[in-house]
């Protein structure tokens, strides 16, 4: 219809022409609109499917990061963990450390009585020898006193 009023209005006379070219424009017409359909019906198809593509993409990246948080915060605990092992091994270390020096301090205490008993022997050796020649020496004088 268009195109017959344009031919209509475009030079007198023209209206037998228009009718005779109506049918091809009007056809025209029509394969364009289809075509025109058939575009907009597979963009909006493409739409659709991009859509559904970036709300998939969307579900699968927000189960990423939710995974990914799960395995930061394991990896968090985990440290923390092992940072408080660390600490209780260190506080270990420690109490050893101090029994260790306890136990030297002890040792040397040990080696200090060892000695002092080593020179109390020497001692009672000593007295003992000279209690003995004491003993010979009283006899022999109360041998001689007898005689």
Excluded: C
């Amino acid at each position: 219809r268009q195109a017959a009023q344009r031919h209509l209005e475009a030079r007198p006379g023209g209206e037998i022409e228009a009718i005779r070219r109506a049918p091809g424009y009007l056809e025209a017409a029509k394969q364009r609109g289809q075509e025109h359909r058939s575009a907009a019906t597979a963009a909006k198809a493409e739409q659709r499917s991009t859509q559904a593509q970036l709300d998939a993409l969307e579900k699968s990246i927000a189960a990423q990061m939710k995974k990914l948080v799960q395995q930061a915060e394991g990896a968090t605990k985990a440290l923390a963990d092992k940072s408080e092992e660390a600490e209780q091994q260190e506080r270990k270390a420690a109490a050893l450390e101090e029994d260790l020096q306890a136990a030297a301090a002890q040792q040397v205490s040990m080696q200090k009585l060892q000695q002092q008993i080593q020179q109390l022997r020497k001692r009672y050796k000593k007295v003992n020898a000279a209690n003995n020649n004491l003993r010979k020496q009283w006899e022999v004088a109360e041998q001689q006193l007898a005689a």
